[in-house]
């Protein structure tokens, strides 16, 4: 059996800039380690504020074992609960999501508002105290348009990401946006395969023929790893900076968030087909359609493409060792009339043959992962320097905080 020993010990065994040893993408206790050392403990992408348009709108999320409630308050405020009711313990929402002007427990209706206080309780006796058994909460941000949630008893600091939010999503309006499409598909492969998939455009040219329409693969255009260190890219960076639009490369210490604006290829303005704009009612206060994308990017869980037509939100939630849930929504202006100002289909299709796509590769790479006779091989300097600081950032992340290094630094 795997034990927190074994995997720091393979932590600090493995190549830097090389792909992981077998287990951490095979191992079900490194997965456990994985779940219990960072989906329990960070701020996780939960939902778009668009998502919850409504008082008693929710949304249902499982993460591993646990099974967690966002809720829109009558007072406007999305809340997070664990979906666990204070009597005996029966899930109270059951559907993905839905919406309800009360919480009620289908075993034995126990109510509760929507601020989690109960409200009912049938037969409890008169010592019982209904204050002492509401929903259990967890901890839940909302920033330009996004929600968070946080499973650890204490929350990372929210605040300096949510500063870099508001600069970089802000602009596109999100809280003025509703979901015109959400797609959710099964990658039978590690978590870690699916993040680092999406961290590089290397595969790029030979798998995804209708996203390279648009989505520039060239490092010696766009930059290694979207950092705007070309000619073409810092001029795209400057023209939107000088219009009002933060687009610069910013970056947490730690190197598990960032946000950074990069051009598309030629004219596009869109994930399209054509390159056109996919909707006709642009978002928020973007000052030009052809503003490319603003990539936004946090570790364990999500990456985003804002653009001046659309919003696209990335959420990755492990359910094994080896399957993992990837969920996409397409957010459009909320008035924005389908038939008339979009395509549903033109306004997806790139996006999901990407993400199937993306399906494909990955699943093949943990079959060949599985093999006793994969070795960790070298990842290219120049093409996967994402992956590299996804993968430093894990190693770094795990070897930290399974050594308590980060609770002595803390004290």
Known sequence: ?????????????????????????????????????????????????????????????????????????????????????????SRICAAEKGSAPKLVCPYHQ???????????????????????HGMRPVHCQEEAGLIFICLGDTAPDFAPMAAQMRRYVGPHGLRDTKAAFQ????????????LENNRECYHCSGSHPSLCRTFNDDPDLVGADDSISS????????????????????????????????????????????????????????PFDNAGTCLFFHYPNTWNHFLSDQGLIFRVMPIGPQE???????????????????????????????????????????????????LPGPYSQKQESGVIQFVDWYANTMLDRLSGRARIAAE
């Not at 090389?18 to 219990?36: G, N, Q, V």
Request: with cysteine; net charge neutral; charged share 25%.
């Open 1 to 89: 059996m795997t034990t927190d020993s074994d995997v720091l010990s393979l932590l600090l065994a493995r190549k830097p800039g090389h792909s992981l040893a077998r287990p951490f993408y095979t191992d079900p206790a490194i997965f456990e380690a994985d779940m219990r050392t960072l989906y329990h403990r960070d701020w996780l992408m939960a939902a778009a504020s668009a998502e919850l348009p409504k008082t008693g709108a929710y949304v249902k999320l499982e993460i591993g074992a646990y099974s967690i409630l966002i809720v829109r308050g009558a007072d406007g405020v999305a809340r997070s609960f664990h979906n666990s009711c204070r009597h005996r313990g």
């Open 110 to 132: 126990w109510t509760y508002e929507l601020d989690g206080r109960l409200l009912y309780a049938r037969d409890m006796g008169p010592d019982f105290k209904p204050e002492a």
């Open 183 to 194: 797609s959710t598909i099964i990658e039978k492969a590690n978590w870690k395969l699916v």
């Open 231 to 286: 000619p073409v890219g810092a001029a795209h960076v400057k023209r939107c900076e000088e219009a009002g639009l933060p687009s610069k490369y910013v970056i947490d210490p730690s190197e598990q968030w960032r946000f950074v604006r990069i051009p598309f290829i030629g004219a596009a303005t869109s994930y399209t087909m054509d390159g056109k704009a996919a909707v006709s009612k642009r978002v928020g206060q973007v």
């Open 324 to 374: 993992t849930q990837v969920t996409t929504t397409w957010l459009v202006h909320k008035d924005a009339v389908e038939g008339q100002d979009y395509d549903l289909k033109r306004l997806t299709e790139v996006w999901l043959d990407t993400n199937d796509e993306d399906r494909r590769i990955v699943e093949e790479n943990q079959k060949g992962i599985n093999s006793p006779a994969y």
